[in-house]
């Protein structure tokens, strides 16, 4: 009993700081979901853009800017970060993941580049969390209160967006490429945009993030892809996919139900580095699930074998 | 009006497999015009429909649609003139979309997409009304994703998205060849009274020779690439199922000596 309820006790105690951390991540979810789910484009580039945007935002914040320069500065170099990524795998016809992943590693240089060193510390700056009067600076109700605050502009946003009717042909290019390009539809536009949009909010996570946790660091955005994966495909399965609506919920909903669970497991004596074997297991299981649903699949394989 | 300047597109120039697609094809389709393109397999009927739609970018010659020179724009910008209508009825609709959404996506297709909101009132009581004419139901499935609905039912979808805004030209790809009977029945029939409705200039590829006697304005034949056979005017009118076919048989004929 002693153990179940260190564990709990712990969980709790900080349940409001995983709160926080995930609103932040579930930029990134977003900036995944948005090329895999919309434009049936999946991309990598946020495993370099998530620190694409902490490096900018942390130099500029080192160099005196305020924090909302910062994450406007992420949002505008993730947007061109994701565009090269979908310019590559259009103008060269490279696979979406062998472009993601060129561009990612090309990125671990830049993002040195723009730091000059690996990492860079930013505490004390001013942050745009400040800004929340009630609250007493760093502690968390202020980030939760800011990053729900941005999740819920950004979900507003892009729900309005994706009804527009340029929001409509979007999806129609990820839905089928030959048919938007027959109705009119400028393919290369939408997904040069659309990919370049959701790379800017995987940055402008990691702008969010710098400002979060008082640095940048090159390797922050190690594994995110696949955390942000995880989280995507609970949300998915929590609230479903089925609308437009629910598809955009999911990152949000994945991303916090996803870190709480992380927090769980660490608090329940995961040792943490073990978290990526269990991470991908659970994507691993989440994605085969489909063809384990479907009990005929294997059998005429073995049959075949068997003759 | 449909005008293509003696067209020729080569695929794997200059390789042992080298294939001629479009010998120097010539043809002129005149605004109202329904033309019926026949042919056997390999004459050059998808790669000129291909040429036309601009998917098949030419070696040379030109095509014009209403006088103006289209053969150097992308798929996207000739949309704006021309609709066409695929025979496989996956690729003409957004399966993962709704009705009311694909409706919506062919209805801008001429037009410039804004920032306003997609489907409205008014727009919904239109595709409802123009989707009643096919006798479906569909009209009433507006929010249905166009993958649940069958083979047929997208067809038709297709069709009307197609005709919808009377585009300068139709091209219709062999549109009910994967169909049964009997919804190709209902969806020629919905397709002849649209063309003869808005009198659209349409070309339309069948190997369906009753179609070609049945319907339409003018039979186009090609062969290798290049236009065998024009019928048109009161020999249209005359022209049978065996004429035809026996064009193929000449064709078959020099086939076999060649072989």
């Known amino acids: 009993m002693g153990f179940v309820q260190d564990v709990l006790a712990s969980f709790v105690a900080i349940m409001p700081v995983t709160l926080a951390q995930s609103l932040i991540l579930a930029f990134v979810v977003l900036g995944i979901m948005i090329p895999f789910r919309m434009l049936n484009f999946p991309d990598l580039t946020s495993e370099g853009a998530f620190p694409l945007g902490g490096c900018v935002c942390g130099v500029l914040l080192a160099a005196g800017a305020s924090p909302l320069m910062g994450i406007a500065a992420a949002l505008v170099v993730g947007f061109a970060a994701g565009c090269c990524t979908a310019f590559i795998h259009l103008r060269f016809r490279i696979h979406t993941l062998l472009a993601g992943i060129l561009m990612m590693t090309m990125l671990y240089s830049i993002n040195l580049r723009i730091m000059g060193k690996s990492n860079l510390s930013v505490f004390g700056s001013p942050t745009v969390f400040d800004w929340v009067p009630f609250a007493r600076p760093g502690f968390p109700a202020s980030k939760i209160v800011v990053a729900g605050l941005l999740a819920l502009i950004a979900f507003m946003l892009l729900y309005m967006f994706f009804r527009t009717e340029k929001g409509t042909a979007v999806r129609a290019v990820g839905a089928n490429p030959d048919m938007a390009e027959a109705q009119g539809i400028n393919v290369w536009a939408a997904t040069i945009g659309g990919v370049g949009l959701a790379s800017a909010f995987s940055a402008s996570s990691g702008a969010l993030m710098v400002q979060s946790q008082g640095f940048a660091d090159v390797n922050m955005g190690l594994g995110i892809l696949i955390n942000g994966l995880a989280a995507l495909m609970i949300g998915e399965a929590v609230v479903g996919k089925q609308t437009v609506w629910r598809q955009l919920l999911a990152p949000f909903a994945g991303a916090i139900i996803y870190y709480q669970l992380v927090s769980f497991c660490l608090a329940a004596g995961m040792p943490p580095p073990d978290l990526k074997l269990a991470t991908g297991l659970f994507v691993l299981a989440m994605l085969a699930l489909p063809s384990l649903k479907r009990s005929r699949g294997p059998a005429p394989a073995r049959e075949a074998i068997r003759e | ?259």
Do not use: C, W
């Open chain 2, 1 to 259: 009006m449909l005008e293509i300047r003696s067209a020729r597109k080569v695929f794997y120039k200059g390789q042992a497999d080298e294939k001629i697609a479009l010998d120097g094809l010539s043809l002129l389709l005149a605004t109202g015009e329904f033309g019926i393109v026949i042919g056997s397999n390999g004459a050059g009927k998808s790669s000129m429909l291909n040429a036309i739609s601009g998917a098949l970018i030419l070696d040379s010659g030109q095509i014009l649609i209403n006088g103006a020179d289209v053969t150097g724009m992308p798929v996207h910008k000739r949309a704006a003139r021309l609709a066409r209508v695929f025979q496989d009825p996956m690729r003409g609709t957004a399966a993962s979309m709704t009705v009311a959404e694909n409706m919506l996506l062919a209805d801008l297709r001429s037009s410039k997409r804004t920032l306003r909101q997609g489907l409205n009132a008014t727009r919904l009581a239109s595709y409802r009304e123009r989707l009643s004419i096919l006798g479906l139901g569909l009209e009433n499935r507006l929010d249905t994703r166009v993958d649940l609905l069958s083979g047929g039912q997208r067809q038709s979808l297709s069709l009307i998205m197609a005709v919808g805004g009377s585009p300068d030209l139709l091209l219709l790809d062999e549109h009910t060849a994967a169909l049964d009977p009997r919804t190709a029945e209902i969806v020629m029939q919905a397709t002849v009274r649209a063309v003869s409705a808005l009198k659209l200039t349409t070309l339309m590829v069948t190997h369906n020779m009753q179609h070609a006697v049945d319907y339409g304005s003018r039979v186009i034949m090609l062969d290798a690439g290049r236009v065998l056979l024009e019928v048109s005017g009161e020999e249209k009118a005359r022209v049978t199922v065996i004429d035809l076919i026996g064009h193929f048989s000449v064709k078959t004929d020099r086939m076999l000596l060649a072989s």
